[in-house]
């Protein structure tokens, strides 16, 4: 739970790294996390995807916690400090607690600009416009724009805990075939276009 | 013995529908329960993909599911179900039944906390309202644990020296439905060490009929109720060695399979807990040493039988002993602390033994606070 290593230190120093990840239910957010585990597998990482359920229904806010270790994971909470947030949706941004987040972690989020509350902070950012991705590869179900794959590409290029090939071939893997190609698609343009800036 | 293993990510539940997968039940019948439902879900898939030839019966209970899982059990065939929390006290009847009845049934329980309040999250209140319904029961620690164990009660509990029903039991959540990595063996080497279910204590016979469930009279039946003591004392050794023959050939082990210790031989403190508990403890083990705290662990997997032998030899070598509960027995005490206790008792030995419960609903237990609970249990 100490904080004060930043991801490639604490890879060589075989500390764990712990991410939150908070989304709507419907986007996909679960999924994602779950491939997310499987990619850093194929890294030769130990993973474990944490969904947090409840009341979770479509359009609430759906927390699911990741941790990744050189070593077999043996914590099995939910994840209080992490190093790393994933924002699926941006207006979910307050119901993280920032403070508890690593201050040399990346804050991953689904905007084209650093949201208000974090100018100025000096946080690391990750921004990419994964709506407009999603919904330009048709990537909506039920009215939901599914960012799930394409905020994993962005994860990847903030972070560099798994490389971009493993989190596609992890793709490939969940949706097989016909769904792969888009989802994959998704994941590498958000890869390509993700700024990462101090706010 | 070299064997290909595959490591996949998976949640928990995956894991178990795997080890049914592989061991190739030719019934099952379930009824979906949060958090067990997707393990039935996930083998009525194979079934309909054609990957598991069984017989998958939908029914409208789970008091008819494990009447049906019975039945065929009485025929003499390999026989899966799951379930957890209400579902399993809806089945209560059929649990007794199964148990006192010897058909090796194997049903994972997702473990759920009991209602009021509704409540989805663990705690191990389900299964150990069943402790005495002559099911053995092994409690795991995460996924990979899920697929070894629930492969190895096929093997136990359809020994024709057993026969008694398996209850793999499984955090709901904290392992069910996280994914994490297991590794498998080929559907071919998880077969070949479990065997074919080729030698039943009954089986219906057409040919050859027979009354089942009769009226028992008190001298048959207590016998029958004594062979069940003993069926269970034996069922100690054959889990040690179905788990010793599971670790040659696929190179994982638990303790002896009855029970877990870890760290030093010797501590101040022995930490002995049940579930995933046990594996956050195993952390705080480390951490409390590092701070330099003599402080070890003991996990019981296998909760009935009772180790009753391993637990007395562990205690006897320790100096104080902190059991953790993930249940209570109302008007006493958490269920494990009481049964550590009284084994203690009967062998004579006086290691003072602190019984706390925690986590119950779901409550989080991380190793932060098994560490606080490690430090306040020294001082006293």
């Known amino acids: ?199 | 013995m070299v064997v290909k293993h595959e490591t996949k990510t998976m949640t928990g539940n995956d894991a178990a529908s795997y080890a049914a997968l592989y061991a190739k039940p030719e019934v099952i019948a379930a009824y979906p329960i949060t958090p067990q439902t997707t393990i039935v879900e996930n083998l009525s898939r194979y079934v309909d993909e054609g990957k598991l030839d069984a017989e998958f019966i939908i029914v409208e209970s789970e008091h008819s599911a494990l009447a049906a899982c019975m039945g065929a059990a009485w025929s003499g065939v390999r026989t899966f179900t799951a379930t957890s929390s209400q579902g399993l006290l809806y089945m209560a009847e059929n649990v007794f039944w199964t148990g006192y009845g010897r058909l090796p049934i194997i049903m994972p329980v997702v473990n759920r906390c009991l209602a009021p309040g509704w409540n989805i999250w663990p705690d191990f209140q389900d299964s150990m309202a069943f402790r005495d319904a002559g099911w053995i029961q092994m409690y795991t620690k995460n996924n990979q644990e899920v697929f070894d164990t629930t492969l190895q009660a096929f093997k136990i509990s359809e020994s024709k020296d057993i026969a008694l029903p398996s209850m793999p039991c499984l955090d709901g959540f904290i392992i069910s439905h996280t994914s994490g990595q297991v590794q498998l063996p080929t559907p071919e080497d998880a077969y070949e060490f479990i065997g074919p279910y080729s030698d039943p204590i009954i089986e219906i016979d057409v040919d050859n009929p027979w009354a089942f469930g009769a009226m028992t009279g008190p001298e048959q039946y207590s016998k029958n109720r004594k062979d069940l003591i003993v069926a269970m004392e034996r069922a100690k050794k054959k889990i040690v060695s179905v788990h010793k023959e599971f670790e040659e050939r696929f190179g994982r082990s638990y303790g002896n399979g009855l029970v877990e210790p870890y760290g030093d031989d010797v501590a101040d403190l022995t930490i002995v807990s049940l579930g995933t508990i046990g594996d956050e403890t195993h952390e705080a083990v480390d951490r409390l040493n590092e701070e330099g705290l003599n402080v070890n662990a003991l996990r019981v997997r296998t909760f009935r039988p009772f180790p009753e032998e391993d637990i007395v030899e562990f205690a006897k070598e320790n100096h104080k002993l902190l059991v953790i509960d993930r249940s209570a027995s109302f008007g006493h005490a958490g269920q494990l602390g009481i049964e550590v206790e009284a084994v203690l008792k009967r062998n004579k030995v006086d290691t003072p033994v602190i019984g706390i419960i925690r986590g119950l609903g779901g409550e989080d237990v991380p190793y932060t606070k098994i560490m606080d609970d490690a430090k306040e249990s020294l001082k006293g």
């Open chain 1, 1 to 199: 739970m100490s904080n004060e290593k930043n991801t490639a230190e604490r890879i060589r120093l075989d500390l764990m790294i712990e991410v939150i990840q908070i989304s709507r239910g419907g986007s996909g957010g679960v999924t994602g996390a779950k491939i997310l585990a499987e990619a850093a597998m194929y890294e030769g990482l130990d993973a474990q995807a944490i969904p947090k359920y409840g009341s979770e229904r479509r359009g609430a806010a759906v927390e699911a916690y990741l941790r990744f270790d050189t070593k077999p994971i043996r914590v099995h909470s939910p994840v209080y400090y992490p190093q790393h947030a994933l924002v699926l949706d941006a207006s979910l941004l307050d119901r993280i607690d920032v403070d508890k987040v690593d201050k040399d972690g990346v804050i991953i989020i689904n905007s084209n600009e650093v949201p208000e509350s974090l100018k100025g902070s000096g946080r690391t950012i990750a921004l990419v416009d994964a709506s407009r991705i999603s919904r330009e590869l048709g990537l909506i179900l039920s009215g939901f724009t599914l960012v799930n794959m394409t905020m994993l590409g962005a994860f990847v290029k903030g972070t560099e805990i798994v490389s971009l090939d493993n989190l596609l071939k992890a793709i490939e893997n969940y949706w097989g075939e016909k769904r792969a190609p888009k989802n994959m698609e998704a994941a590498k343009r958000a890869y390509e276009e993700t700024k990462v800036v101090i706010a």
